[in-house]
């Protein structure tokens, strides 16, 4: 399911790409090198800025591609720890795009590290029973333009917000794709955006920075285990055996925990990097102490990080996040066999659980208050 644009977006072009089309209308391999200058290193927002460029240039640059096929519909602001960027796509699918910030100790607000969630779809075809991105089903698999245009958005906000350093290209620290959608199900478009995004032509961004989130679709682990740009991996695992991860994640019965052991085990033999494993509690679902010995024993095999998320709440879902003390019962039996683990408890602060929300949200805020 793909949205084919009358024009392409130039967000999705590589360097390559914009140079053999260039190429097809005489023009000289420096251009693109120049045009892409201005995209990520310049952040032209229109056409005309692009002043080094011969107006027919321009020209034709308008009638073949499109500057920006996100544009931005809210910026919410928030006290809190995350920022929002609802943003609309030339189908008018509505997405958003989290920021994260973590406060560090004796700067303001604006020099905190941030950590940008972006979407790889609209929507989500795997239907995890607790998630709130998969209860309309796929609407559409997004573009790479559309991919890497979210992260332009943010570094359009941010820079108004916070000068950026001349050496930064982008105005944030981390990368995690932990929005709408399931990553792995739209591969092609996400190496595409991501290879932009790291390029030293596109956002210069360290592939150490960026994460993979993923319910385990096990081929396509193994193919992002031989790509040649070393991203992070995190598993959504949230469950510790077969029984339990069936029971909420449809996608464990064709990749079951024999299957998907052994490929996050072959990717982290290729990166030499830990893994992340994901497990968000959920109250009576997957939060016995039997779990956390099993998620335990899954871990040390792995030398894999666990992240433990107190379930957020989706309205219209009956589920729900277990007594603080459960929680941290859970997470010491992880701790006492020298399990690298993070709990978080404060809540709407984790950065899964931020991003894991976002397709209900913005569904009902557009009944409630349709833009268009
Ligand atoms: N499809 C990918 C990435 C997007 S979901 C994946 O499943 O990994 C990002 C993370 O948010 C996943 O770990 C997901 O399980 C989690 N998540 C979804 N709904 C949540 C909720 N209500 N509370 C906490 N985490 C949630
Ligand atoms: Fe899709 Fe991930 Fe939500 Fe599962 S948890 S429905 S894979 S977005």
């Given at each position: 399911m793909r949205f084919e644009p009358a024009k392409r977006p130039l967000t999705g072009e590589t360097l390559e790409s914009l140079a053999t089309a260039l190429a097809g209308i005489g023009e000289k391999p420096f251009r693109a090198t120049q045009i892409l200058d201005w995209v990520y290193k310049k952040r032209a927002r229109s056409w005309d800025d692009m002043t080094n460029l011969p107006k027919a240039l321009r020209s034709w640059l308008e009638a073949e591609f499109t500057l920006m096929p996100a544009s931005l519909?809210?910026?919410?602001?928030?006290?809190?720890?995350t920022d929002k960027l609802l943003l609309e796509l030339e189908d008018k699918s509505l997405i958003e795009t989290v920021i994260i910030r973590a406060p560090q100790d004796g700067v303001g607000p604006d020099h905190s590290r941030k950590t940008i969630c972006i979407s790889t779809q609209v929507g989500c075809a795997m239907g995890c029973v607790f998630c709130a991105s998969g209860l309309a089903g796929l609407k559409r698999d997004m573009s790479a333009g559309e991919i890497v245009a979210q992260l332009l958005q943010v570094c359009y906000a941010e820079d108004l917000r916070t000068p950026r350093a001349?050496?930064?290209?982008?105005?944030?620290?981390n990368i995690v794709v932990m929005g709408m959608g399931e990553p792995l199900a739209n591969y092609d478009a996400l190496i595409r955006a991501l290879t932009i995004v790291n390029a030293p032509w596109g956002l210069g961004f360290g592939a150490r920075r960026i994460t993979v989130s993923t319910s385990g679709l096990v081929p396509k682990i193994i193919m992002l285990a031989d790509e040649p740009i070393g991203f992070r991996l995190a598993i959504s695992l949230h469950g510790a055996t077969d029984e339990v991860r069936s029971q909420i994640m449809p996608v464990n019965k064709a990749f079951p925990l024999a299957k998907l052991i052994p490929a996050v085990k072959t990717f982290t033999e290729r990166h030499g990097r830990m893994v992340t494993l994901e497990f968000i509690l959920i109250a009576d679902v997957n939060d016995s102490l039997d779990q956390a010995r099993r998620l335990r024993d899954i871990a040390l095999d792995l030398h894999a990080h666990v992240n433990l998320i107190p379930y957020n709440t989706v309205e219209g879902l009956p589920w729900k996040r277990p007594e603080v003390a459960k929680q941290v019962a859970f997470a010491e039996v992880l701790d006492r066999s020298g399990v690298s683990v993070t709990l978080r408890r404060e809540k709407g602060h984790d950065i899964a659980a931020a991003c894991g929300q976002l397709r209900l949200k913005t569904e009902r805020e557009r009944e409630a208050a349709p833009f268009h």
């Open positions: 519909v809210l910026n919410r602001h928030s006290a809190d720890v001349r050496s930064e290209l982008a105005s944030f620290d």
